[in-house]
């Protein structure tokens, strides 16, 4: 009798779901363990961007999107499509993915022969890049991001973005992506943004990036 009961509210449970409240934008974990930058971002810091801003943008977004025509759309196109909130909440979650994945223990020191080239002719050292990207995070008023982004014909540029800003919405694609929200450094470095940003170059994976250079759109 009893499973009979249990059989009945489980076949209700399914048939009465609804398809935009299914939708399950999935927690990515991170490629590497929490305390594995550190001492460049401790492992605190790690637990809290992840854990809580991360993950807490995707379980806002799932809110917003009950009963949205855009449920159920691929991240980056509900980034594109969306505004106000759910543009907000999608953006910082795929913002975020971006970040995590470009990061590494172990990094690849050099962009590809291919984005190398362009970070010469674009702006004329690897170190150049990373001066301009240090000057463009410190003179972000406010919370942001600050990325290095290609065009389809290869060319470089790089955006500072307020918020939760995205260059996908210019139409390019963005390689790398410099959080300057103070969650992702407050903790190890308190108001030293420029100090923060300045160390996060010796754990970029230049392989990850290379490769979005490669497939950009
Ligand atoms: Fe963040």
């Known amino acids: ?12 449970m399914m048939t009465t779901a609804d398809p935009a409240t299914d939708v399950r934008y999935a927690v990515r974990e991170l490629p ?10 401790s492992e605190e810091t790690m637990r809290f961007h992840h854990d809580k801003h991360y993950a807490g943008y995707l379980a806002r977004l799932e809110e917003l999107l009950i009963d949205s025509p855009l449920a159920g759309q691929p991240l980056e196109d509900i980034v594109l499509a969306a505004d106000g909130a759910l543009f907000n909440n999608a953006a910082q979650a795929w913002n975020h993915e971006l970040y995590f994945e470009q990061l590494s223990p172990q990094p690849v020191r050099a962009p590809s022969a291919e984005l190398a080239a362009a970070i010469e002719r674009d702006f004329g050292s690897l170190d150049a890049l990373c001066t301009q990207m240090n ?14 982004a290609a065009d389809r014909e290869g060319r470089l540029a790089i955006f500072a973005e307020a918020n939760a800003g995205n260059p996908i919405l210019r139409g390019w694609t963005p390689l790398l992506g410099i959080d300057v929200w103070e969650h992702a450094y407050y903790i190890d470095y308190r108001n030293r943004r420029a100090d923060a940003v300045a160390a996060l170059w010796s754990v970029v994976d230049w392989q990850t990036v290379s490769h979005r250079y490669a497939r950009r759109r």
């Open 1 to 12: 009798m009893l499973m009979i009961l249990f059989i009945t509210l489980f076949v209700r």
């Open 32 to 41: 590497y363990g929490y305390g594995a930058l550190a001492p460049v971002l």
């Open 135 to 148: 000057r463009a995070a410190a003179g972000l008023f406010g919370s942001g991001w600050v990325w290095l």
